[in-house]
């Protein structure tokens, strides 16, 4: 009888205890996770992993949006990502998450993103806004900005058109051309510059816009190392994921 008693103590010891101090550890040590959505060919998450220590995920799959440090959306119509991600996508950047997306034929005014207008970083003035114009090479109008360390762009002639938003930070500009006729029929050029990255704060999270698909910069031969900086500051920026 004595011997029943002391294994019984022995168990509600062990059930009552507190998780030893490596194991609390080990909970609060869960890796960073990077969603990632749409054609991300342009990011390498071996590289990535190495830089942030983060993750890459291509779905949610038991995880949910709060689970997650930054949520990157490549040239994916907004129709077209989980249902969660549509549904949460601005109170998660309201609650201190960190979105990346870049341009396409399927992204912004194109990719039906007038839905979470609130927290992009351009003004969507139209519903097909992926459009061709003259190669010019972009100016740098933050050159001290951390995702440009090291990089220089090449010539941009597709892009995503729209008007940066009033209270964003502009990075990146194309210049214009062309003639404001021009621009009015929908046919490219105008007279004033194109906005191509810019990034605006939306409550307590961060969203960076590129009105350009990463994709076809796969001969610049910085592109591995701006993507490199930009996941590494969105998800430094982030409030979101496990132990934020």
């Known amino acids: 009888m004595r011997m029943r008693l002391v294994v019984l103590a022995g168990l509600l010891l062990a059930v009552a205890s507190p998780p030893s101090p490596a194991a609390a550890g080990a909970a609060r040590q869960a890796p960073l996770m990077i969603l ?26 038991t995880f949910e949006l709060k689970d997650f440090a930054m949520v990157v959306l490549a040239n994916v119509a907004f129709a077209a990502l989980p249902g969660p991600v549509q549904q949460g996508m601005v109170q998660y950047v309201n609650d ?3 979105v990346l997306i870049t341009g396409g034929a399927q992204s912004f005014g194109s990719g039906g993103y007038q839905a979470v207008a609130s927290i992009l970083p351009f003004q969507i003035r139209a519903t097909t806004d992926w459009r061709f114009t003259p ?15 090291g990089v220089s762009f090449i010539p941009v002639g597709t892009l995503n058109d729209m008007n940066p938003r009033p209270g964003a930070t502009e990075i990146l500009q194309a210049a214009g051309g062309g003639s404001a006729a021009g621009r009015t029929a929908g046919t490219g050029g105008g007279s004033y510059p194109y906005p191509l990255i810019a990034e605006v704060a939306s409550g307590s999270g961060r969203v960076l816009g590129i009105a350009l698909d990463l994709n076809d910069f796969a001969g610049m031969r910085d592109r591995d190392l701006f993507v490199r900086n930009t996941i590494t500051y969105l998800v430094r920026a982030s409030r979101m994921g496990p132990a934020r």
């Open 36 to 61: 990632a959505l749409g054609n991300t060919s342009f990011l390498n998450p071996t590289d990535i992993q190495a830089a942030t220590g983060a993750v890459v995920k291509q779905d949610l799959e």
């Open 96 to 98: 201190g998450g960190a």
């Open 135 to 149: 190669f010019r090479s972009p100016v740098l109008l933050q050159p001290g900005h951390p995702i440009l360390a």
